[in-house]
């Protein structure tokens, strides 16, 4: 097995031999940000996709858990789990063949939203769960990021901290979501868009996976917007939840980018409070 100890443990490694022996490494899908190893293998005369985790990794077990209890409503839409260890936080799916919508033409399409936002609805109409406490546990997750550190501007820090403090307790509608619904997740084939990247799913209010499009995409382009939900047949935004929301992203973002050095991200993310705040 050609990608051994740089980036995958004793254990993944020995898992992978035994799971796909004599397979060799297409190509390194790896962004380099945070320590998932995602690798395209050949094994045979078919492609597949390694994602590995280092010990800090916790993407693999919401990977995990979506292709388990998930994605049924994607069959053909999203790839396959061939082989799993949880402990080793190590998985293998078939490789999903297509283009990436980001940077692609089929990106500034609305065909492609349409068709975003029908498979959307079919993974938030699937059973979900009422959580009490999601409203109080997501204030205080934005002050901890604001507590931590960052470089919004002590001024906006300020508003971002009133408007966050009178946030109302309260139960929430929590429905599977994918956590990172934008076109870098999205593959394109023969015109037909499907998914990939289940690394951030997990029970949430649906409109959470509106806020990457609202932000980039859907900006200047309302006819995306349109298409996007006349594709999930309805607006799941409540006005007061969505203005929450959007504002928790931007904080996040702002401080998560900032915390691993990405600037260009760092910089939307700033924009991102800058609108949600005057929004």
Not at 30 to 37: A, I
Not at 76 to 91: C, F, N, R
Not at 154 to 165: H, I, M, Q, S
């Amino acid at each position: 097995m050609p990608p051994t100890s740089r980036t995958l443990s004793a254990r993944q490694t020995a898992l992978l031999d035994a799971w796909l022996p004599g397979a060799v490494t297409v190509r390194d899908h790896s962004w380099g940000v945070v320590g998932t190893t995602v690798l395209q293998l050949r094994h045979g005369d078919r492609d597949v996709i390694v994602k590995a985790g280092d010990d800090a990794d916790t993407h693999l077990t919401r990977e995990l858990r979506a292709h388990r209890e998930w994605l049924a409503p994607w069959r053909g839409s999203a790839p396959e789990l061939l082989h799993a260890d949880d402990d080793a936080k190590l998985l293998v799916t078939r490789y999903l063949p297509g283009t990436l919508v980001e940077d692609h033409p089929a990106e500034a399409d609305p065909e492609t939203y349409r068709q975003a936002g029908r498979l959307l609805a079919d993974l938030h109409d699937q059973p979900g769960a009422t959580d009490p406490g999601y409203e109080t546990r997501m204030r205080a997750r934005a002050v901890r990021h604001l507590d931590g550190p960052h470089r919004i501007d002590p001024a906006t820090e300020e508003r971002l901290r009133a408007e966050v403090t009178s946030w109302p307790d309260g139960p929430a509608s929590l429905v599977p979501t994918h956590g990172d619904w934008q076109p870098r997740n999205w593959l394109v084939h023969d015109g037909v868009v499907a998914v990939i990247d289940f690394g951030r799913a997990d029970l949430r209010p649906a409109h959470t996976d509106l806020c990457r499009l609202a932000v980039q995409q859907f900006r200047g382009r309302p006819d995306l917007e349109a298409a996007f939900l006349d594709g999930y047949g309805r607006d799941p935004r409540d006005p007061a939840a969505w203005r929450r929301e959007l504002l928790r992203e931007a904080i996040s973002t702002a401080v998560w980018a900032y915390g691993v050095g990405d600037e260009a991200f760092e910089r939307q993310g700033h924009r991102m409070v800058v609108e949600a705040l005057d929004g």
